[in-house]
């Protein structure tokens, strides 16, 4: 959808990540290994402003996760 102020850029993060103030990355991170995350991460921080942000929205999943815990449980469901 569109915002005021806010201005949606399609790219290639393996390439180049467009400049800009800020960096919004929603449900990215996770479906790469760590290397090709380290890759995405500095281009994004080539692109931005001395004082420029990325904002990373993530699930993060337990390594060990408990059995009868809900909040695990729910992390693990979202993932598969």
Not at 5 to 20: L, N, T
Not at 26 to 37: A, F, P, V
């Amino acid at each position: 959808p569109l915002y005021p102020g806010v201005e949606h850029v399609s790219g290639d993060m393996f390439e180049e990540v467009p400049k800009g103030d800020a960096i919004f990355m929603k449900s990215t991170l996770q479906d790469w290994n760590d290397e090709d995350c380290v890759k995405i991460l500095k281009n994004c921080w080539k692109s931005l402003p001395e004082k420029g942000k990325v904002i990373i929205v993530d699930m993060i999943t337990p390594i060990q996760p408990k059995i009868n815990d809900v909040s695990s449980n729910i992390v693990l469901a979202k993932d598969m």
